[in-house]
């Protein structure tokens, strides 16, 4: 006999085993794994004149960009100072930057961040005046003005000896910058939209898909590692469907890897790495040469001379204690781990060991080296 089952009783079915898969490990949010499309900070930049310094500004002389943000700030209020002579350190020019969240509306603050470009010393106590911040448009979203707070202490003796912690040609300004404009992105009135993986990988994009249509049947489909199409089921609108499916768990996947940072000897072993029968044997070798020169001395009416001659004593030291240790088949990240603390050996000796157990066809993975 046989019997058909209806989408909705499949569905149901689906969410029912997804419920104990998720209770048998752990899992992750689909809203901690991707970025949704169109939901994210867009860079704002600016170029700005920061006053008020205590004569650690540039100086006007190597900075004609200052010398004419300066008069270009003052004809603007009506003072004409093209033809003064300006030698004044209190002013220095800055880049200024922040991150326009996404959906901010006009009014609201964001942070900024000054930096130096001329020749100042420190921007401490300095004051930033009214900078347009663009966009990659080249369209003006918002505008920056404030006291700068560098963070730093700086302190310089009399006989020119100094000392400085932090870096006082940089600063911040907390919500220094008001939003004048909004970026025109309209979520609500989007049909569909593309879901994008943080960590590109099949198994994990297809079950992203497989989460959300055993919610709602047919509202996903993934498209390939990275990309997942979502569109609204009929009678919801594409942001409160997301607001339901972006909790929803996720068994996550990732490919066996080994990052190896040999600069600061840092390694980290991926949970799926496996290693086949091997044995591993470490240990150190100390060679020490030691020359002791020795004289000759001819003997007596032999007109001989007297002679230096080199004596060396060549003597080697091998550390013990150091045991041979088998991985067998199928071994897993654990014992991998513990049997290389089991040697006691360095994260530096780790390395090597890591790139020779590679080298030897013995390890399921990729090993990256950074």
Do not use: C, H, W
């Amino acid at each position: 006999m046989r019997r058909s089952f209806s989408p909705l009783f499949a569905a149901a079915l689906a969410a029912i085993s997804l419920a104990f898969a998720g209770t048998a490990s752990a899992a992750s949010r689909i809203k901690d794994i991707v970025e949704f499309e169109g939901v994210r900070e867009n860079v704002l930049i600016g170029q700005g004149l920061v006053v008020g310094l205590n004569g650690t500004g540039d100086n006007l002389r190597n900075s004609p960009m200052t010398k004419q943000a300066l008069e270009a700030s003052f004809e603007r209020m009506g003072i004409n100072i093209r033809d003064a002579n300006l030698n004044s350190k209190n002013a220095a020019a800055v880049i200024v930057t922040a991150k326009l969240p996404p959906f901010a509306a006009p009014g609201s603050a964001v942070d900024v961040t000054v930096s130096a470009v001329g020749d100042a010393k420190s921007l401490m106590g300095g004051t930033l005046l009214v900078t347009s911040l663009a966009g990659a448009d080249g369209k003006v979203y918002a505008v920056a003005q404030g006291t700068v707070q560098t963070g730093s202490v700086s302190a310089q003796g009399a006989s020119g000896s100094s000392v400085t912690k932090g870096v006082p040609t940089s600063g911040r300004i907390a919500g220094g910058a008001i939003v004048e404009e909004e970026t025109g992105f309209q979520l609500a009135s989007m049909g569909q939209m593309r879901l994008t993986l943080r960590n590109p990988d099949f198994t994990t994009s297809r079950q992203v898909a497989d989460a959300i249509n055993a919610r709602f049947f047919g509202a996903a489909v993934s498209e390939n590692p990275t990309i997942v199409s979502i569109r609204p089921p009929a009678g919801r609108d594409l942001i409160s469907f997301v607001s339901m499916i972006e909790n929803l768990p996720v068994q996550t996947d990732a490919p066996a890897r080994v990052i190896i940072d040999e600069v600061s000897g840092v390694i980290v072993v991926g949970e799926n790495v496996r290693v086949s029968t091997v044995a591993i044997a470490q240990g150190n070798l100390t060679i020490s040469v030691q020359e002791t020169p020795g004289v000759s001395q001819p003997a007596p009416f032999s007109q001989g001379q007297t002679a230096v001659v080199p004596q060396s004593n060549v003597s080697f030291e091998e550390e013990k204690g150091r045991q041979l240790i088998t991985l067998q088949e199928g071994a897993s990240l654990t014992s991998l781990v513990n049997g290389l603390n089991a040697l006691g050996v360095t994260p530096r000796d780790m390395i090597s060991i890591l790139q020779a157990i590679k080298a030897a066809g013995a390890m399921q993975a990729d090993i990256q080296v950074m």
